[in-house]
């Protein structure tokens, strides 16, 4: 349990951009924007979170310092095993996948050749009036000697 006590107010406090002037503690005649104009604006983002420390309890603190700690060391593990798993993937395809590729694309190129070769000397046979290829409805004849 929290043990309120009230402080009476010194003529240092008065300073304050929070101080009252009035002398009731439930109403204040300075609004909200009032004393946000007297607030120095020269406050970083960082000051204010420094500030936090003496709201923050030392148990909290340590409890968050180590969460953010234990989360700090996971995801550099993480990317650690990510970067050689990526590293194994990558060099295992220049070794093995690259040479597989070139090959496959020499045989394609080979192939691709050898029917252009083919379709070539059936195009000039065809010009020339050479034979054509034979017809497979037709039965294959034997030697037949010149004039019969």
């Given amino acids: 349990m929290v043990k309120v006590e009230i402080v009476e107010e010194k ?8 101080a ?4 009731s503690r439930t109403g ?4 909200l924007s009032s004393v946000e104009s007297d607030v120095s604006v020269d406050e970083s983002l960082f000051d204010r979170v420094a500030a936090l420390v003496d709201i923050v309890p030392p148990s909290t603190r340590h409890s968050i310092a180590s969460k953010v700690s234990k989360t700090a060391s996971a995801v550099k593990k993480t990317g650690k095993v990510v970067g050689n798993l990526v590293w194994i993937v990558t060099t295992s395809a ?3 996948v690259l040479p597989l590729a070139l090959v496959l694309e020499d045989d394609a190129k080979l192939a691709a050749q050898e029917r252009e070769m083919l379709e070539q000397q059936q ?10 290829i034979p017809d497979p409805q037709q ?4 030697v037949v000697p010149p004039g019969f």
Avoid: F, I, K, W
């Fill in 94 to 96: 220049l070794l093995v």
């Fill in 28 to 31: 204040s005649t300075d609004s």
């Fill in 139 to 142: 039965p294959p004849r034997g």
């Fill in 20 to 23: 009252s002037t009035s002398s």
């Fill in 11 to 18: 003529d240092e406090q008065r300073n304050s951009p929070y």
């Fill in 123 to 132: 195009g000039a046979q065809m010009l020339a009036g050479g034979p054509s």
